[in-house]
């Protein structure tokens, strides 16, 4: 679905990532997985086309998307959940879920979609979204991203600021959107919750990928059980 193919971008004369070349599979969670500073997030800008690459390629069902608007991107199906979850708390559930719908075409089956996947967001169509649980909110997070009925849903560090039991339940959602068909590309530092959820992956550090492959691989594989779990 996503190749990204030799991929260098940067900030001014410094290049972030450098020489990236990754792919993500329909219908699997393929994470990315590295410590501040690793250039997570500036994959992530990259991909949405807002922070451009320098040189390389992103092809996103066979096109090459590298060189379009964000607006593009996301009319051809790319969703992004940010970090922190960006809900907008004095809005109801039902308002933060129109404001995710791109285009208005089916809203209403699209609604529904997401409330097949989410039923509690159906049960507070009509609550303050900043007065629901940080589980819930994680559900109008993605719910919103969905509205815009995309191929490739991006994940950007779910668990940063939550505590063990909200990371818990914002990963269960993850793992729940993915059930119902959606393919997502997780971008995380917490790699235990990650790799229990993934079925495949990338290690960045320092701007270049260091170590790829299933998530199983990933857990066993020497460097990143020394880097990350000591």
């Known amino acids: 679905m996503l190749a990204i193919e030799n991929i260098s971008v940067g900030y001014d004369r410094a290049d972030v990532l450098q020489d990236v070349s ?14 501040n500073g690793s250039g997570k997030s500036t994959l992530i800008r990259a991909i949405l086309g807002l922070t451009p690459a320098r040189k390389g390629r992103i092809v996103f069902d066979g096109e090459d998307i590298a060189r379009l608007p964000t607006h593009a991107i996301v009319a051809r199906g790319i969703a992004c959940i940010p970090e922190g979850r960006r809900i907008f708390p004095k809005l109801t559930v039902h308002e933060n879920l129109r404001l995710g719908a791109y285009r208005e075409k089916a809203y209403a089956a699209r609604l529904e979609k997401v409330f097949g996947i989410f039923p ?11 007065t629901m649980s940080g589980g819930e909110q994680a559900m109008v997070s993605i719910g919103r991203g969905l509205m815009s009925e995309p191929k490739l849903l991006l994940v950007d560090e779910p668990s940063l600021g939550l ?39 990338y290690v960045l550090s320092q701007g270049k990928v260091v170590a790829s492959g299933t998530a199983a691989e990933l857990a066993q594989n020497a460097e990143v059980h020394q880097a990350y779990f000591g």
């Open 22 to 35: 990754l792919s993500v599979e329909p219908g699997r969670i393929t994470c990315i997985l590295g410590s």
């Open 120 to 130: 509690r967001l159906k049960e507070r169509l009509d609550q303050l979204a900043g």
């Open 163 to 201: 505590s063990p039991l909200l990371v818990k339940e914002n990963f269960a959602v993850i793992r729940r959107a993915n059930e119902m068909g959606i393919t997502v590309l997780l971008v995380e530092q917490n790699v235990r919750q990650t790799l229990a959820i993934a079925h495949a992956g």
